[in-house]
């Protein structure tokens, strides 16, 4: 069994600057990917389900993106388990694969633009390596850094926010508890919101190359993870 982590960072700016990156990814490949989440690629079934209602165009895009990011998850997993089984750190060379996909992301994505349509081969293969990308922050959630709240899927995060406002302005429960989780949450509800925003105006402003940005914010949260070792 493997220990929760965060980075020498500590736990706060840790999932901020991972809520950043997955606001920031998400904006940007829904606007320039035809609709695509590639963070919450749960998402995608919606527009997969209206696509075949109203026999819209686009799906190719967002159906081949839920096998990619299942794939990239379970690789992800695997090499977690082997790197934990010969008592390796996992956490430092699982967030520069990020890096490093979020880079081929942005590489093929510039090679490829414009898109034209929603099938161009570029659009899809871009689509697939963001999809991609993103799995592997949600994997790295569901496991080395499991200690922490959802940094991809914020709703749930929102709804504790509310929650937890209401009983301290209301005086109810253990408001230590509240206040210590609203100073967790705050930050990283704030910083999502941020990397939205800027996902798009980065977007519009420069295209692909946007992406340089969560491309460094996920590489320098890699050279910061704590070593740890893993029991056998």
């Not at 809520?19 to 590639?38: N, Q």
């Not at 200690?147 to 209401?166: C, S």
Request: positive net charge.
């Amino acid at each position: 069994m493997t220990k929760d982590k965060d980075t020498s960072l500590g736990p706060v700016p840790t999932m901020s600057m991972l809520a950043f990156t997955a606001g920031f990814v998400d904006t940007l490949s829904f606007i320039a990917l035809f609709g695509l989440f590639a963070a919450h690629v749960t998402g995608n079934f919606v527009f997969i389900a209206t696509s075949l209602a109203e026999y819209r165009h686009g799906l190719w895009m967002k159906l081949l993106a839920i096998p990619a990011f299942l794939l990239a998850a379970v690789l992800t997993r695997l090499y977690i388990i082997h790197r934990e089984r010969h008592e390796r750190d996992a956490a430092s060379p699982v967030l520069l694969g990020q890096s490093v996909l979020l880079s081929v992301f942005m590489a093929v994505a510039v090679w490829h633009y414009p898109f034209h349509h929603h099938e161009d081969f570029g659009a899809i293969a871009t689509a697939l390596l963001a999809a991609s990308a993103m799995a592997v922050q949600n994997t790295a959630a569901r496991t080395f850094l499991s200690g922490l709240p959802p940094t991809t899927v914020m709703t749930g995060n929102l709804i504790q926010v509310i929650v937890d406002i209401v009983d301290v302005a209301r005086g109810y429960g253990p408001l230590e508890v509240k206040r210590a989780r609203l100073a967790r949450l705050g930050p990283m509800l704030l910083a999502f919101i941020v990397g939205t925003i800027l996902g798009a105006l980065c977007y519009v402003a420069v295209g692909f190359y946007c992406l340089i940005t969560p491309i460094l914010t996920v590489a320098g949260l890699a050279l910061r993870v704590r070593p740890h070792t893993v029991p056998a």
